[in-house]
């Protein structure tokens, strides 16, 4: 009879080894896989979102959903007393685009958890641009974007963000990104996640009034106005539709 010869521990050891070596070079490359799989699925989130949004204004006169809002005369009060099922500042737009998009998860972005949502489990991993959602800022209709130095097609609509539902240019508490300026006007953008500044894919996914929406890396994002005190009307992605793109 012939005896099977057995693994000496050394053997059995080096096996192990080389087990762990491969699993350390696959693993970051599976879960960099799985990241861009999601950043893609977030993408068209954004891009269905941004659809049902066009859908909407030409349902409106043309007009991108918003309110004026605030307590003093003449406003109309605050989005959840103007909006049926708006519980809080999102749903001036995710409760307008409902009827066209009709699916409630595409609000939540795949790559991030209830921490980095709005409202948590039932809440949205998307903003809405405030010059947009508060009328009075004046560039709610198509044809107000149209006057935009960059059009339509340069002013974001939609960004992944973590905020109260709403991204804007006039935040004071970003990152320092400009010889230790902390007045970063695009913060709500790369605050894609609370901590972290950005998402999981180190960058943000937009969505642009003419209905396209596009993947801006993070060190893409760039604003020049807050840190110029407002003189240098720049900024990348467009969030205030009277700038440019440096």
């Not at 043309?62 to 003093?72: A, Q």
């Not at 001036?92 to 609000?107: E, H, M, R």
Request: with cysteine; hydrophobic share 35%.
């Amino acid at each position: 009879m012939q005896h099977k010869r057995a693994f000496t521990l050394i053997e059995l050891l080096v096996v192990i080894a080389i087990i762990a070596i491969l699993a350390a070079i696959l693993f970051p490359v599976f879960a960099q896989a799985r990241e861009a799989a999601r950043k893609t699925s977030c993408l068209s989130n954004i891009k269905q979102i941004g659809t049902g949004m066009m859908m909407y204004a030409q349902d409106y006169d043309e007009t991108f959903p918003g309110i004026k809002f605030g307590n003093t005369a003449g406003t109309e009060g605050w989005p959840w007393t103007v909006w049926p099922g708006s519980v809080d500042w999102t749903g001036v737009f995710t409760v307008a685009v409902q009827p066209y998009i009709k699916n409630k998860q595409i609000l939540q972005c795949p790559s991030g958890t209830d921490n980095d949502r709005w409202s948590g489990q039932q809440g949205t991993s998307y903003c809405y641009n405030e010059y947009m959602y508060n009328s009075y800022q004046g560039w709610t209709t198509l044809s107000q974007l149209g006057n935009a130095p960059g059009g339509p097609s340069s002013v974001s609509v939609i960004s992944e963000c973590w905020s109260s539902g709403i991204y804007n240019d006039w935040e004071t508490a970003g990152p320092a990104t400009y010889a230790g300026n902390k007045q970063d006007g695009l913060n709500r953008i790369r605050y894609g996640t609370w901590n972290p500044w950005m998402p999981n894919h180190s960058g943000t996914n937009i969505g642009y009034a003419d209905g396209h929406a596009k993947f801006i890396p993070k060190d893409r994002i760039v604003s020049m106005r807050m840190p110029s005190n407002w003189s240098d009307n720049r900024q990348r992605p467009i969030v205030y539709p009277g700038a440019t793109e440096p």
